[in-house]
């Protein structure tokens, strides 16, 4: 018995233990030239439902595909409108996944583990190594659930379980229950379904209550995909929600045909079922693949109306509206010189976030406002520098097309660096808020910065040599940025208490390094073009 318990313990651990693997690695591999071919590619319903069904059939997870979605989204390349029909294709070919469960693969999965593991490196970066850790995740996938069907098969000839189980017998409503709790709970409706399809074969459930099982595991998935969304706002939720009322919108249909069937005799899903196959497992997994085909015709044609309906429930937050780039677009790498010009002009956007960054943290504003430009900074300068990434791998350039890009490329690190510091000077801030002293030091540091931050903004806009000259008076080693911080800094210190004067102290040190990140971008300004 005991190993029995841990032989299932041990394949649900190795499940997700694949899952997880594979999803890590799936992450380096949805750079962004997989994502623009997606998005280049989904302009039709059809090619939607097409693209969710092979990410779902290739990554076996829907965590994965999900991911995928939601960061083709955050980056601008997809609407929700397009995201739709992949969900849809999610549904429906991950549904195809749970006939594996009737097909003997221990052996192929076993031989994929091994040359996997072989090849595995724990600490690849590479693509080769991200393809060979997603497919060593996939492996333990498929080899966990292989593993709790095993033990699932003599637990259920245990009399004590039998009896246990036995007063469920036609008690359908129970079942569904049951479905829903193991899903639920589990987090997984394949690893629900090896359970089910095992206890299906050793006679303990009939096919009707199995069916019922069925549709409970997709509404639990669906319950708990309500759960987790809670916290989430915008086009993740949208999306979110959208899963959720596909798997309930199936329950809903089918579960009364399931009870019209029964009690009036009238040939429905039970039929058709019995019609596809006599073998129980593929009966299993027909009812499982029906519950999930069947929803995705009938949303298929209200897909625009839903997607609508969503979008106005839970309409798109600032964080993503302010995140999406204005210039870039799913072509902008294809030409050097055009994409380099566009990424400059994104970077002078990045730059006005920095100054939004400093009206978030005035005294007027909420505490909620610095962390969604800060946010939205870190989103769209992750697009910036994924470009630059592809600019700088799939074209051959000149030497001076290099040199640009290579100033591009410093010039968006520096302005990592500077958002880093402005988060510093915010938690800096917000500790000095006690004191009249330090509100006041902090209220001057960020009004100066935010005047240096501005004309750095003036630079990058006009051109201006008067402009530049000025930035770099503020901005040098003695100019009058620096030393209004330190001049602030000695004439509060002094009345402060020690712990208070080291927070002072740290504040002017992040407002320092700053005024330097700022001059060295006046400095390295890449030639940009007018908006």
Excluded at 195 to 224: D, K
């Amino acid at each position: 018995m005991v190993s029995i318990l841990v032989s299932l313990l041990a394949g649900l651990g190795l499940f997700f233990a694949g899952l997880q693997i594979l999803t890590a690695h799936l992450k380096r591999l949805s750079g962004r030239r997989l994502r623009a071919l997606v998005a280049r590619y989904t302009r039709s319903p059809l090619m939607g439902v097409l693209w969710g069904g092979a990410f779902i059939a290739v990554t076996q997870s829907g965590a994965a595909t999900m991911f995928i979605i939601v960061s083709m989204l955050r980056s601008g390349m997809m609407s929700v409108a397009q995201a739709m029909p992949m969900i849809v294709g999610v549904n429906v070919v991950g549904a195809l996944i749970v006939l594996i469960l009737v097909v003997d693969v221990k052996l192929a999965v076993l031989c994929v583990i091994g040359l996997a593991g072989l090849l595995y490196k724990a600490d690849g970066r590479g693509t080769a190594a991200s393809v060979v850790g997603a497919l060593f995740g996939v492996a333990m996938l498929f080899f966990g659930l292989d593993l709790m069907n095993g033990s699932v098969a003599p637990l259920a000839g245990e009399p004590w379980f039998a009896d246990l189980l036995s007063w469920t017998r036609g008690s359908y409503l129970l079942g569904f229950l049951i479905g829903c709790a193991l899903s639920f709970v589990v987090q997984s409706s394949i690893a629900v379904m090896a359970v089910v399809l095992a206890f299906e074969l050793s006679g303990i459930f009939g096919l009707a209550e199995s069916v019922m099982i069925v549709y409970g595991t997709n509404a639990g998935s669906s319950l708990l995909t309500l759960l987790l969304s809670a916290n989430l706002r915008g086009q993740a939720r949208q999306i979110a929600m959208f899963q959720t009322f596909y798997n309930l919108a199936g329950a809903a249909l089918l579960v009364p045909l399931f009870y019209v069937e029964l009690w009036f005799e009238v040939p429905l899903m039970l039929a058709l079922i019995q019609a596809i196959t006599a073998d129980m497992g593929g009966q299993i997994a027909a009812a499982f693949i029906l519950f999930n085909l069947i929803p995705g015709a009938v949303l298929m044609p209200l897909l625009g109306p839903a997607t609508r309906l969503l979008q106005r429930i839970w309409p798109d937050t600032e964080v993503e509206i302010a995140s999406r780039p204005k210039y870039l677009h799913e072509h902008a790498a294809d030409d050097p010189e055009t994409g380099m010009d566009l990424v400059a002009l994104e970077q002078a956007r990045l730059v006005r976030y920095l100054s939004g960054m400093f009206d978030a943290l005035r005294d007027d504003r909420p505490p909620a406002a610095f962390g969604a430009i800060r946010e939205a900074f870190g989103i769209l300068a992750a697009t910036v520098r994924e470009t630059i990434d592809d600019l700088a791998s799939g074209h051959r350039m000149t030497d001076h097309s290099y040199e640009r890009l290579n100033a591009l490329l410093t010039f968006q690190h520096a302005l990592d660096s500077a958002a880093d510091t402005v988060s510093g000077i915010a938690t800096e801030r917000s500790a000095l808020a006690a004191t009249e002293v330090g509100q006041r030091f902090a209220a001057s540091v960020i009004e100066g910065l935010d005047s240096i931050v501005m004309m750095l903004g003036d630079v990058l806009r006009e051109h201006d040599a008067d402009d530049r000259d000025l930035l770099s008076a503020m901005t040098g080693d003695e100019g009058k940025g620096i030393k209004s911080v330190r001049a602030a800094y000695l004439a509060e210190e002094a009345t402060l208490a020690p712990d208070e004067r080291l927070r002072l102290l740290a504040l002017a040190n992040h407002a320092e390094r700053l005024i330097w990140l700022l001059g060295d971008m006046g400095r390295s300004e890449p030639a940009t073009v007018e908006p």
